[in-house]
Protein backbone atom coordinates (compact mmCIF):
# COMPACT_ATOMS: atom_id res chain seq x y z
CA UNK A 1 0.00 0.00 0.00
CA UNK A 2 1.12 3.64 -0.92
CA UNK A 3 2.59 5.78 1.96
CA UNK A 4 -0.26 8.67 2.35
CA UNK A 5 2.30 11.00 2.88
CA UNK A 6 4.46 10.68 -0.36
CA UNK A 7 3.27 12.47 -3.40
CA UNK A 8 1.67 10.65 -6.36
CA UNK A 9 4.13 9.77 -9.12
CA UNK A 10 4.99 12.36 -10.92
CA UNK A 11 3.49 14.92 -8.66
CA UNK A 12 5.97 17.78 -7.50
CA UNK A 13 6.39 16.99 -3.58
CA UNK A 14 5.23 19.66 -0.95
CA UNK A 15 8.01 19.12 1.49
CA UNK A 16 11.05 19.59 1.00
CA UNK A 17 12.38 16.66 2.56
CA UNK A 18 10.25 14.72 -0.39
CA UNK A 19 11.77 17.37 -2.80
CA UNK A 20 15.22 16.60 -2.15
CA UNK A 21 14.68 13.07 -1.72
CA UNK A 22 12.57 12.69 -5.11
CA UNK A 23 15.67 14.42 -6.90
CA UNK A 24 18.06 12.08 -5.92
CA UNK A 25 16.16 9.05 -6.66
CA UNK A 26 15.26 10.30 -10.02
CA UNK A 27 19.52 10.93 -10.88
CA UNK A 28 20.33 9.01 -13.80
CA UNK A 29 23.83 9.96 -14.34
CA UNK A 30 27.20 9.81 -12.21
CA UNK A 31 27.58 13.40 -11.79
CA UNK A 32 25.15 15.76 -11.03
CA UNK A 33 25.68 19.78 -11.93
CA UNK A 34 24.92 22.84 -9.26
CA UNK A 35 22.60 24.10 -12.12
CA UNK A 36 20.12 20.82 -12.05
CA UNK A 37 20.65 21.00 -7.94
CA UNK A 38 19.25 24.72 -8.29
CA UNK A 39 16.59 23.93 -10.54
CA UNK A 40 15.26 21.25 -8.53
CA UNK A 41 14.92 23.36 -5.78
CA UNK A 42 12.97 25.78 -7.64
CA UNK A 43 11.47 28.82 -5.49
CA UNK A 44 12.66 26.91 -2.32
CA UNK A 45 16.15 27.08 -3.17
CA UNK A 46 17.49 30.24 -1.63
CA UNK A 47 15.85 29.19 1.93
CA UNK A 48 17.22 25.48 1.69
CA UNK A 49 20.50 26.67 0.39
CA UNK A 50 20.63 29.22 3.41
CA UNK A 51 20.15 27.16 5.70
CA UNK A 52 22.22 24.51 5.01
CA UNK A 53 25.76 27.00 4.94
CA UNK A 54 24.44 28.30 7.73
CA UNK A 55 24.69 25.74 10.08
CA UNK A 56 28.66 24.98 10.38
CA UNK A 57 28.80 28.65 11.69
CA UNK A 58 26.58 28.19 14.61
CA UNK A 59 29.23 26.20 15.84
CA UNK A 60 33.09 27.34 16.30
CA UNK A 61 34.97 26.85 13.29
CA UNK A 62 37.56 24.08 13.89
CA UNK A 63 40.04 25.74 11.75
CA UNK A 64 41.21 29.47 11.44
CA UNK A 65 38.82 31.08 8.93
CA UNK A 66 36.97 28.51 8.53
CA UNK A 67 33.56 30.49 8.76
CA UNK A 68 34.56 32.16 6.33
CA UNK A 69 34.40 29.38 3.29
CA UNK A 70 30.63 29.06 4.43
CA UNK A 71 30.05 32.84 5.19
CA UNK A 72 30.29 33.72 1.45
CA UNK A 73 27.91 31.91 -0.06
CA UNK A 74 25.09 33.22 2.56
CA UNK A 75 25.96 36.41 1.39
CA UNK A 76 25.58 35.75 -1.95
CA UNK A 77 21.92 34.20 -1.24
CA UNK A 78 21.34 37.17 1.19
CA UNK A 79 22.16 39.22 -2.17
CA UNK A 80 19.35 37.78 -4.17
CA UNK A 81 16.73 37.65 -1.73
CA UNK A 82 17.48 41.73 -1.04
CA UNK A 83 17.28 42.05 -4.80
CA UNK A 84 13.63 40.05 -5.16
CA UNK A 85 15.51 37.12 -7.02
CA UNK A 86 13.06 34.20 -6.14
CA UNK A 87 15.36 31.56 -7.80
CA UNK A 88 19.55 31.23 -7.61
CA UNK A 89 21.39 32.72 -10.47
CA UNK A 90 24.54 31.50 -10.69
CA UNK A 91 27.40 32.53 -12.86
CA UNK A 92 27.47 29.66 -16.10
CA UNK A 93 31.43 28.75 -14.89
CA UNK A 94 29.85 28.28 -11.56
CA UNK A 95 26.55 26.19 -12.68
CA UNK A 96 28.25 23.78 -14.82
CA UNK A 97 30.86 22.42 -12.44
CA UNK A 98 29.33 19.44 -11.00
CA UNK A 99 29.63 16.72 -8.34
CA UNK A 100 29.54 13.15 -7.89
CA UNK A 101 26.22 11.83 -7.83
CA UNK A 102 27.07 9.00 -5.11
CA UNK A 103 28.34 12.12 -2.92
CA UNK A 104 24.89 13.74 -2.99
CA UNK A 105 22.99 10.34 -2.49
CA UNK A 106 24.94 9.94 0.51
CA UNK A 107 24.29 13.45 2.02
CA UNK A 108 21.05 13.54 1.14
CA UNK A 109 19.18 11.33 3.73
CA UNK A 110 20.78 13.10 6.49
CA UNK A 111 19.50 16.00 5.40
CA UNK A 112 16.20 15.24 4.70
CA UNK A 113 15.65 13.55 7.68
CA UNK A 114 17.09 16.96 9.65
CA UNK A 115 14.09 18.55 7.25
CA UNK A 116 11.52 16.23 7.77
CA UNK A 117 11.70 16.88 11.92
CA UNK A 118 11.41 20.30 11.21
CA UNK A 119 8.91 20.91 8.87
CA UNK A 120 5.93 19.87 11.02
CA UNK A 121 6.66 22.95 13.02
CA UNK A 122 6.66 24.92 10.20
CA UNK A 123 3.51 26.28 7.95
CA UNK A 124 2.46 28.91 5.82
CA UNK A 125 1.82 31.97 8.62
CA UNK A 126 1.43 35.70 8.39
CA UNK A 127 1.61 36.01 5.21
CA UNK A 128 2.47 39.69 5.32
CA UNK A 129 6.05 38.91 6.23
CA UNK A 130 5.81 36.61 2.94
CA UNK A 131 5.43 39.06 0.39
CA UNK A 132 8.06 40.66 -2.01
CA UNK A 133 8.63 44.07 -0.41
CA UNK A 134 9.01 42.18 3.09
CA UNK A 135 11.33 39.75 1.62
CA UNK A 136 13.66 42.11 0.27
CA UNK A 137 13.85 43.97 3.30
CA UNK A 138 14.33 40.13 5.61
CA UNK A 139 16.93 40.74 2.85
CA UNK A 140 18.86 43.13 3.68
CA UNK A 141 18.75 42.05 7.67
CA UNK A 142 20.24 39.07 6.28
CA UNK A 143 23.06 40.89 3.84
CA UNK A 144 24.09 42.36 7.32
CA UNK A 145 24.02 39.05 9.49
CA UNK A 146 25.49 37.05 6.48
CA UNK A 147 28.49 39.49 6.59
CA UNK A 148 28.85 39.38 10.91
CA UNK A 149 28.49 35.41 10.01
CA UNK A 150 31.74 35.45 7.80
CA UNK A 151 33.98 37.69 9.69
CA UNK A 152 36.76 36.13 11.58
CA UNK A 153 35.80 37.01 15.06
CA UNK A 154 35.90 34.30 17.45
CA UNK A 155 32.05 32.83 18.81
CA UNK A 156 31.21 36.43 17.19
CA UNK A 157 29.44 34.45 14.32
CA UNK A 158 27.40 31.77 15.87
CA UNK A 159 24.33 33.45 16.93
CA UNK A 160 24.07 35.65 13.67
CA UNK A 161 24.50 32.30 11.58
CA UNK A 162 22.02 30.79 13.94
CA UNK A 163 19.50 33.81 12.89
CA UNK A 164 19.89 33.27 9.21
CA UNK A 165 19.53 29.45 9.50
CA UNK A 166 15.74 29.72 11.49
CA UNK A 167 15.11 32.48 8.46
CA UNK A 168 15.90 30.46 6.00
CA UNK A 169 13.40 27.82 7.05
CA UNK A 170 10.76 29.86 7.36
CA UNK A 171 11.19 30.83 3.94
CA UNK A 172 11.26 27.96 2.76
CA UNK A 173 7.73 26.88 4.27
CA UNK A 174 6.72 30.87 3.95
CA UNK A 175 6.28 30.84 7.87
CA UNK A 176 6.38 34.44 8.83
CA UNK A 177 6.85 33.58 12.86
CA UNK A 178 10.05 31.49 11.72
CA UNK A 179 10.97 34.64 9.61
CA UNK A 180 10.43 36.76 12.57
CA UNK A 181 12.03 35.04 15.28
CA UNK A 182 15.02 34.67 13.00
CA UNK A 183 15.08 38.06 12.91
CA UNK A 184 14.32 38.95 16.80
CA UNK A 185 17.96 36.38 17.13
CA UNK A 186 19.53 37.97 14.35
CA UNK A 187 19.38 41.48 16.47
CA UNK A 188 20.42 39.39 19.63
CA UNK A 189 23.53 38.21 17.20
CA UNK A 190 24.16 42.28 16.44
CA UNK A 191 24.40 42.70 19.95
CA UNK A 192 26.20 40.11 20.67
CA UNK A 193 28.49 40.49 18.01
CA UNK A 194 28.81 44.07 19.57
CA UNK A 195 29.94 42.98 22.78
CA UNK A 196 32.66 40.18 21.44
CA UNK A 197 34.15 43.59 19.54
CA UNK A 198 34.09 45.05 22.39
CA UNK A 199 35.79 42.53 24.52
CA UNK A 200 38.69 42.66 22.39
CA UNK A 201 39.17 45.67 21.77
CA UNK A 202 39.68 46.90 25.73
CA UNK A 203 41.89 43.49 25.88
CA UNK A 204 43.94 44.83 23.04
CA UNK A 205 43.81 48.34 24.50
CA UNK A 206 44.50 46.77 27.64
CA UNK A 207 47.86 44.94 25.92
CA UNK A 208 49.32 48.08 24.58
Do not use: Y
Not at 10 to 21: C, I
Not at 56 to 83: D, T
Not at 104 to 123: D, Q
Not at 140 to 164: D, T
Request: contains cysteine; hydrophobic residues 55%; glycine residues 10%.
Amino acid sequence: MADPSEPPPGARPEKTSQLLRQFTEQLGSDRVSLEDVVASLGDRGLGVLMAIFAVPNIFPAPVPFGNVIFGIPVIILAVHLMLGWPRLVLPKAVARRSIGAGVLKSITPNLAGMLARIEPLLKPRLPAVSTPAAERLIGVICVVLSILSALPIPFGHMVPALALMVIGLGLIEHDGVAILLGAALGLAGVLVFGLVLFGLASGLSHLI
